[in-house]
């Protein structure tokens, strides 16, 4: 489900689910959280996604329990804690708690395929507090509001052109 893999200095997470399109589980979420506890030699963390999604989100069925959530929150603040830079190589769709774990990062780079939505809105659900803050940061109010409230998508200029992504490129030019 996570492969940890090295190039030189730099730890590559590859989320491994690609017949769900890298949907979190509960297991994943801890997973990751391994997998970063494992990358102390590492300069920088690269994470990425196998296949054609970063990150479809939350697997549909864990999203509402419990357990899913700590483990989310718990794998976010990891990644938003590491004392070394963290790469969100987005080389496809991020959704959901896939734009949460690439807002995580220090630092955005999207693939052409790259788009982001928080379509949480839609299904009658609320955004945490820290997803807001984060998001507003990062891509400023106008975004975050399009995101969270209007549901609306972004491709990867417009990522870009806001800010929400820091540049273009696939994983090789992000480890680069």
């Not at 997973?31 to 300069?43: H, K, M, S, V, Y």
């Not at 697997?59 to 969100?88: C, G, Q, S």
């Not at 080389?91 to 774990?101: E, Y």
């Amino acid at each position: 489900m996570i492969e940890l893999a090295w190039r030189d200095h730099v730890a590559v997470l590859t989320l491994d689910r690609p017949e769900k399109h890298n949907a979190l589980t509960t297991a994943l979420c801890h997973g990751i959280r391994g997998a970063l506890a494992e990358t102390a030699d590492a300069r920088v963390v690269v994470i990425t996604g196998r296949g054609r999604s970063f990150c479809s989100g939350a697997d549909l069925d864990e999203v509402y329990t419990a357990d899913f959530r700590d483990a989310l929150y718990a794998m976010l603040h990891a990644v938003t804690d590491l004392p070394k830079p963290v790469v969100a190589a987005v080389n496809g769709a991020a959704i959901g708690a896939g734009t949460q774990l690439a807002v995580a990062a220090d630092f955005r780079v999207v693939a052409p395929a790259a788009r982001f939505a928080v379509p949480t809105a839609k299904i009658g659900l609320a955004v945490d507090p820290w997803t807001i803050r984060r998001l507003a940061l990062i891509a400023g109010n106008g975004t975050a509001r399009r995101l969270l409230l209007a549901c609306d998508q972004l491709d990867a200029a417009a990522a870009v052109a806001c800010g929400l992504a820091d540049r273009t490129g696939d994983t090789d030019q992000a480890l680069e």
